[in-house]
């Protein structure tokens, strides 16, 4: 029951976030001596990011460009009236600067949308700009408080959930593979296979992603350091990962080759289709690693050996086939 209760609030955690963030937010501002507090929870919406880190990054980049804005507006919003020029100018000028000084987009939107409502509504309250500066703080602290400790995203689950995926789609395309040879070993079935792998590749950047943005998100939190040390270890099983892509699109060119070149003999087909379907196995049997369940891994053996007599010559061939491979690929690109 209780973890049913804590899986709702986790999903549903945006909703609580925002609604705590914009009511404390408000009250504290209102505490502080704000008359329209409004603009302490409207920071607070914006700054609720995804993660941590990004809720950070955005507060902090808020603040800035409050702060710039204001003081550029400041200095000379006493003796310009508002019109079409004046508003141009002001704008410009502002915007410039923060470009000189090599502020990222999103600091300068903040010191146009401070330079403009400053300039605007200084003449209706003189303590506008004070009220913004401090709404704006207020805000941005406050949601970056709740994002931290009220039911902050669990990406580490997600990033799991990749891997695990990924290695079911590697052990399916060993598979393919296997069967592949099985069935004579077509051309154009073979690149097909060549196509799923690198789909397989585009996946394999998109973990990575997830990877990094949730280790990126848990660097930031108190309380991750268990998802930390877990993301480590997703790195490596992502890393041998890839290096299982790399492998399977090095032997699929060499069987295409092989078949290719018709020395390929029927029995060949037959054991090395035993072999591929015992790496998907292998890889299906790996994946329960990360679960913390390798006891049959770690028994498992393959038959995948090299014939009598070849030990001596496997890393001259080796050589010559990756050698060739590098030459055809500089070839095709050209």
């Known amino acids: 029951m209780t973890k049913t209760i804590t899986q709702f609030f986790s999903k549903t955690s945006i909703i609580w976030q925002t609604a705590l963030a914009c009511a404390v937010s408000w009250q504290l501002a209102k505490w502080s001596g704000s008359k329209d507090p409004f603009l302490a929870p409207l920071t607070s919406i914006l700054c609720l990011q995804p993660t941590i880190d990004q809720s950070i990054q955005f507060a902090f980049q808020r603040i800035v460009g409050t702060s710039i804005g204001i003081l550029i507006i400041e200095c000379f919003v006493q003796w310009l009236n508002v019109n079409f020029w004046t508003l141009f100018l002001v704008i410009l000028i502002s915007v410039g600067i923060a470009y000189l000084m090599n502020f990222n987009n999103i600091v300068i939107h903040q010191i146009a949308l401070s330079v403009l409502l400053v300039f605007l509504l200084t003449r209706q309250s003189h303590e506008y700009a004070i009220d913004r500066l401090r709404d704006t703080f207020i805000g941005a602290v406050t949601a970056v408080i ?189």
């Open 146 to 334: 709740v994002c931290l400790f009220l039911f902050p995203p669990n990406l580490t689950k997600k990033v799991k959930q990749s891997l695990l995926t990924f290695t079911d789609h590697l052990s399916d395309n060993f598979t393919d593979f296997a069967v592949w040879i099985e069935n004579g070993c077509k051309i154009d079935e073979g690149e097909q296979i060549q196509h799923h792998i690198k789909q397989l590749l585009k996946e394999s950047h998109q973990v990575s992603s997830e990877l990094e943005k949730a280790l990126n998100h848990n660097r930031l939190n108190i309380f991750a350091k268990k998802d930390l040390v877990r993301l480590s270890k997703h790195q490596q099983n992502l890393l041998r990962l890839k290096n299982g892509c790399a492998h399977l699109s090095g032997m699929l060119r060499t069987t295409m080759d092989w078949a290719s070149s018709g020395s390929m003999t029927p029995s060949d087909r037959q054991m090395w289709a035993g072999y591929m379907h015992q790496l998907a196995s292998y890889i299906q049997a790996w994946k329960q690693t990360m679960n913390n369940q390798s006891a049959y891994f770690n028994h498992m053996k393959t038959d995948i050996h090299l014939p009598a007599n070849m030990d001596k010559i496997q890393y001259r061939y080796s050589l010559y086939n990756a050698a060739n491979e590098f030459i055809e690929d500089f070839k095709s690109l050209s």
